[in-house]
């Protein structure tokens, strides 16, 4: 079953634009330390990083197999952007660091979209104020993990309610790309960027469009907008 419901995910993620497989445009920015692209993120704004975590993760690094794909820029981001885990009471709280990150089978399934619409509001707390998040899954069958669902925000003194497709407890990135249209609909020329860890990590900015053509130059990362 989790194996046909990752087939499904995955072929959603791509149709999207957003393939969980490839997200990386090569070259040499791909062999960069993670010392080395912890001063290229805080150049882009990108808070965070420690010693100690960059030690970690290189050490990490090191007991890899070699036929493992991992991209240390995916990694480092994936570790500034995860936010704090309460497992005792089943709640999270995001980082306020330039970088929000998710796995796309979600921890609290039951607040999954109350949990994403936060974790992109922590980008910035000012422009993305969602206010009043109300999350409606009466629509879902628990047991077969299937239905839809939708979250509901105030944003600008407006009203928004988006849609999901429930696949067990997996997002559903029409979730993300619906988010954006609405974000970029009121032009500031900021909008949200995504990437993933080339396995299930969502990676999410709040940023413009120059920030975002320099940050994949000098990662090696490829950012998409799906719409």
């Not at 206010?131 to 409606?136: A, C, G, L, T, V």
């Not at 299937?146 to 003194?157: I, L, N, Q």
């Not at 990135?173 to 990437?195: C, D, P, R, S």
Request: aromatic share 14%.
């Amino acid at each position: 079953m989790k194996r046909i419901l990752t087939l499904v995910v995955s072929a959603l993620l791509s149709l999207n634009g957003y393939s969980l497989k490839s997200n990386s445009l090569g070259g040499e920015a791909m062999q960069k330390t993670y010392k080395e692209l912890a001063e290229i993120f805080d150049k882009y704004d990108i808070k965070g990083t420690t010693d100690q975590m960059i030690d970690d993760l290189e050490q990490d690094y090191k007991t890899m197999p070699p036929e493992v794909e991992l991209n240390k820029a995916a990694m480092l981001l994936t570790v500034l952007g995860q936010g704090e885990y309460d497992y005792e009471n089943m709640t999270w709280t995001p980082y306020t660091n330039g970088v929000y990150t998710f796995d796309v089978e979600f921890f609290n399934v039951e607040k999954m979209y109350t949990d994403f619409l936060t974790g992109v509001s922590s980008l910035d707390e000012q422009e993305l104020d969602f206010k009043d998040i109300q999350e409606d899954t009466r629509q879902v069958n628990w047991e077969e993990g299937t239905g839809k669902r939708t979250v509901s925000f105030e944003w600008k003194h407006r009203q928004f309610t988006l849609e999901a497709e429930v696949y067990d407890d997996w997002f559903d990135v029409n979730v993300a790309n619906e988010l954006n249209k609405i974000i970029k609909g009121y032009g500031n020329e900021k909008q949200l960027f995504f990437t993933s860890d080339g396995y299930q990590e969502g990676i999410v900015f709040y940023r413009d469009k120059e920030w975002a053509e320099g940050f994949q130059l000098e990662t090696g990362l490829e950012l998409v907008e799906f719409n």
